[in-house]
């Protein structure tokens, strides 16, 4: 069975960083294209970042790119999202998931 777990989120005030990271099981992330999503309180799903198989080329949405860093370390299969200069509007559950499986989310929350 094909678990993803997300970790790392919390409150951060803007301008402030966050790791978040997604534990795979029973896959390997790096064999995948492996994506960050996102959905903000009363909106619905928000693609944020993808990390593509081979040779880790990555895309992210215009809203982020320049902030946030999509990686992962195949070792662990874990895959991992970098946030810096957090602003409000980037409050939301953030869930990792590729094309069959998604996470629970962690919530992050950018407050002053």
């Known amino acids: 069975e094909v678990q993803l777990v997300e970790s790392g989120g919390g409150l951060v005030q803007p301008g402030g960083s966050l790791r978040l990271s997604c534990a795979a099981s029973?896959?390997?992330?790096?064999?995948?294209?492996m994506s960050w999503v996102r959905q903000a309180p009363g909106k619905g799903l928000e693609w944020v970042s993808t990390?593509?198989?081979?040779?880790?080329?990555?895309n992210y949405a215009d809203s982020v790119k320049g902030r946030f860093t999509i990686s992962r370390d195949g070792a662990k299969s874990t895959l991992y999202l970098q946030m810096n200069s957090l602003k409000p509007e980037d409050t939301a559950v953030y869930y990792c998931?590729?094309?069959?499986?998604r996470g629970q989310g962690t919530q992050v929350t950018v407050s002053s």
């Open positions: 990390i593509f198989p081979g040779n880790a080329a990555t």
């Open positions: 029973g896959l390997t992330t790096s064999n995948y294209a």
């Open positions: 998931a590729n094309s069959e499986v």
